[in-house]
């Protein structure tokens, strides 16, 4: 297949690559339809984030195909059309359950594009399918859908949950209210 890699520093090439594979009975394996460059890829490609090593592809937003499930996945299967989050989640850590997917300690949070290979490709493996990918309801486009794989998590994880933001409040009784900024 084709992706974007990085290879260090200012350095990137679009590769020819092998396809991902199921590694664990938990993965998926997505086609991307229609994926974003962030931000933070820039970060990665000026040499601001260390633990993304030379060889990663880049990526973390993309809304895609299931082409194959593992023997473990139940909420999604082949054809579905669904929205990948930029955050993973195991389900069953303690930050899981309390909804704070990004402290993820069971081997999700931030990894596509960091610490996995990403989904500036024609496929990705998505790990934890059943608690990280979501089915688009039909009738939306790609496009509809796209940017809440990383502004919506982030923003209600960074912003909502961290500042104590609570249904009914304004934005300024949530500040005065907060007990601290991240
Ligand atoms: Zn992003
Ligand atoms: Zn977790």
């Given at each position: 297949m084709k992706a974007l890699v990085?290879?260090?520093?200012g350095k990137k090439s679009w590769d020819t690559v092998p396809d991902p594979v199921i590694q664990q009975p938990t993965d998926a394996i997505v086609a991307i339809d229609t994926a974003t460059i962030c931000g933070t890829d820039l970060h990665i490609l000026k040499g601001d984030v260390p633990e993304t090593k030379p060889g990663t592809i880049l990526g973390h937003e993309a809304v895609g195909t299931v082409v194959e499930v593992g023997s473990a996945v139940t909420t999604v299967k082949k054809g579905d059309h669904v929205l990948l989050s930029c955050i993973s989640s195991c389900g069953r850590c303690s930050y899981c359950k309390q909804g704070r997917y990004g402290a993820c300690t069971g081997g999700g949070g931030w990894i596509f594009g960091h610490t996995i290979n990403g989904t500036q490709a024609d496929y990705v493996r998505v790990p934890f399918a059943d608690t990280s990918v979501y089915k688009i309801p039909a009738g939306l486009t790609d496009e509809q859908v796209l940017?809440?794989?990383d502004i919506l998590p982030t923003s209600f994880e960074v912003g909502v949950m961290n500042g104590k933001v609570s249904p009914g409040d304004t934005t300024p009784a949530a500040i005065r209210s907060r007990r601290s900024w991240p």
């Open positions: 990085y290879h260090g520093p940017f809440l794989s």
